[in-house]
């Protein structure tokens, strides 16, 4: 992960004004602790993943459109990493992975996110509709045995899901030539990259030209909720927006310092960088 910055950036310096706006079409957003946030409902979404990988079948160079999420990390990065706020600003659609924006959202504009769209529910969502009209998926990231397990699974759970193609995510810079072709090779109408960040956002915004697909969805560390290795908080604690606790209690020495870090600042930027900016796109 990259270190962050000491000092708070430029871009606080106007309350209301988005640190940047993705580039992409028609959806309604709002400014989430700085980052343009799609409104849209899991199904929403998965509606719309459907919609761009059937329009780009019959384009045979189109480039992915590229799929962000946002949660408490992310807004806090984007604030302080001049280079990740940039690389996250190249997404064509960024949604709510966390349910701290959706509070934001309900609480400080007048049109807000439906509902938290999870990457690690997301995935199952997606997963559903492209079984029901054939799209095709290939799994980027995590160790074979947790790429392979949870291709498995997916296939298991949702019966005529097409996993196209398969790899784990331990790759030098050097071998990208190489791996975007044998994505290619697949066909992917969706690539899921689960290379924890920033390396996924980096990745994609990186081989965005190289590759062939409707979407590329950065997923995190999605593979190993599929697996079962990562517990999900109870549902109570997703509804209240506390999932970081029960994930710090789990894994107290790796994350410890990461909330202590960017908890403050996630919650400063979401009580005085959201707003109601950009009724629709």
Request: proline fraction near 5%; aromatic fraction near 10%.
């Amino acid at each position: 992960m990259r270190a962050l910055a000491t000092t708070l950036p430029f871009a606080f310096e106007a309350p209301h004004a988005p640190l940047f706006t993705p580039a992409n079409e028609s959806y309604g957003e709002v400014t989430v602790g700085g980052i343009a946030t799609a409104c849209l409902s899991r199904d929403g979404l998965a509606q719309m993943m459907l919609l761009d990988c059937l329009e780009a079948r019959n384009n045979p160079d189109r480039q992915p459109k590229l799929v962000f999420a946002t949660n408490g990390h992310a807004i806090a990065l984007a604030a302080q990493d001049e280079a990740f706020r940039f690389t996250l600003g190249q997404a064509d659609i960024i949604h709510a992975d966390g349910q701290a924006a959706v509070f934001a959202s309900r609480l400080l504009t007048t049109t807000p996110i439906p509902e938290r769209s999870a990457t690690t529910d997301f995935i199952h969502d997606a997963s559903k509709i492209a079984a029901e009209h054939g799209l095709r998926f290939f799994l980027l990231g995590a160790t074979e045995e947790a790429n392979a397990e949870a291709a498995r699974k997916l296939e298991e759970m949702h019966p005529g899901l097409q996993i196209v193609g398969r790899r784990h995510g331990y790759f030098s810079p050097c071998e990208e030539d190489e791996l975007c072709d044998e994505i290619n090779l697949t066909l992917p109408d969706v690539i899921w990259v689960g290379l924890s960040v920033p390396l996924e956002y980096e990745f994609a915004v990186r081989n965005k030209t190289r590759l062939r697909a409707g979407w590329l969805v950065t997923c995190g560390g999605c593979y190993n909720f599929i697996t079962g290795a990562y517990k999900r908080a109870p549902e109570w604690m997703q509804a209240i927006g506390m999932e970081w606790l029960f994930r710090l209690a789990r894994e107290p020495k790796r994350l410890f310092w990461r909330y202590a870090v960017t908890n403050p600042i996630a919650i400063f930027l979401l009580l005085t960088r959201t707003s109601a900016h950009g009724a629709s796109r």
